[in-house]
């Protein structure tokens, strides 16, 4: 099974941006699809984009345009551009790997943003 790390969280003011990056090990990294995911203090998790093994990318609505996911399946790495930060996007980030039933995630990176 994939074990996954984030990284590249920080403090960002609005309008900022931050890459983070998702680095897989112990699996096959191209049979995977991709995708991250937030959690914000008292809500549920919810998915912010996913990247399938064919390149094939969905957004939230609330990241449409500010955000682009993307892989790089000789580095093992998915990452995430964020761009034009705002305060709501403040959250923990996951980073997932599916495939079949086989689910895997990273531990987080904190992402916070201050008007």
């Known amino acids: 099974q994939v074990q996954l790390v984030e990284s590249g969280g920080g403090l960002v003011q609005t309008g900022g941006s931050l890459r983070l990056s998702c680095a897989a090990t112990?699996?096959?990294?191209?049979?995977?699809?991709m995708g991250w995911y937030r959690q914000a203090p008292g809500k549920e998790r919810e998915l912010v984009a996913g990247i399938t093994i064919s390149g094939s990318t969905n957004y939230a609505d609330s990241v449409k345009g500010r955000f682009t996911i993307s892989r790089d399946n000789a580095r093992n790495t998915v990452y995430l551009q964020m761009n034009s930060l705002k305060t709501e996007d403040t959250a923990v980030y996951y980073c997932n790997a599916a495939v079949g039933r086989i689910s895997s995630w990273g531990q987080g990176t904190q992402v916070t943003v201050s008007s």
């Open positions: 112990g699996g096959i990294f191209g049979i995977y699809a």
